[in-house]
């Protein structure tokens, strides 16, 4: 493997088609203000580099980042990526991981809207994450103590599952098909609404107008809070171990919970039984 250490690059394309290479403590930035430094390169391992110019990571194959920081202006990162594994690094620019199959990230730092479309097999452990729309019609998402803070994430996800994470987000979950959350605090208005195949075990729900429109759903001993018109036309199996403010209307289903503030029926459709009280 040939090693390079310590070199500055900001030409176009500086490293392209490169094959086994080692890039060590190197600096991707410069007056030329190149793009695309790794195109079209595999069995690549890069630690401890700088990355402030853009689409340093595309079309690449079995590639290793560790202890790196990509800035803002290092935007769309890694896309058409395969096998690749992300260590303890800053990923800051916009759209960072795009069209990538099989990638794992670890203790990463993420600040990056629009990250993760049509990712294809994400391992994700012990990362901060902030932006909007995140992980946008991925599949295969397996995410634990993941804490992340922006609008619109996991919609249109499909077979994927969440343990241990922190999620502050609105309009999550929308459109998520096949999908299981556990052991998990989510926040954040309108949750999960249209979702099918979707399940909350032992989970913390905070916010308005949860769980709308939604197809085979399940809840496992989870509690909620400043939940008012819950479950709205939605096929449901619920055990909530907290009050909830209101549930309003859903189509089918059974839902237990110690106590609500108001049931509201006014659709002749909405049959879902409803049992209040201790179990």
Known sequence: MTIIEKKTFDEERALYGCRGIEVKKCVFDGPADGESAFKEGRDIQVSGCFFNLRYPFWHDDNLKIEGCEMTELCRAALWYSNDVEIADTKLHGIK?????????????????????????????????????YFMMRSDGLDFTDVRLKGKYSFQYIQDSVFENCVFDTKDAFWHARNVT???????????????????????????????????????????????????????????????????????????????????????????????????
Not at 189 to 209: D, P, R, S
């Open 181 to 279: 959350v556990r052991d998990s605090v989510v926040k954040g208005e309108y949750l999960a609404w249209y979702c099918e195949n979707v399940t909350f075990e032992n989970c913390k729900i905070i916010g308005t107008q949860p769980l709308c429109y939604c197809k085979g759903l399940r809840l496992v001993n989870c509690e909620m809070e400043e939940a008012d018109l819950c479950f709205e036309k939605s096929d449901v199996e619920a055990t909530v171990t907290t009050e909830v403010i209101s549930i309003k209307n859903p189509r089918s289903g059974h839902i237990r919970v110690p106590a609500v503030g108001e049931i509201i029926r006014d659709d002749k459709e909405a049959l879902g039984e409803i049992t209040v009280g201790k179990r």
């Open 96 to 132: 960072a991981l795009r069209e990538c199959s099989r990638i794992r990230m670890q203790g990463c730092d993420v600040i990056s809207p629009e990250f993760g479309w049509s990712v294809h097999k994400l391992e994700m452990k012990n990362c901060d994450v902030q932006g909007e």
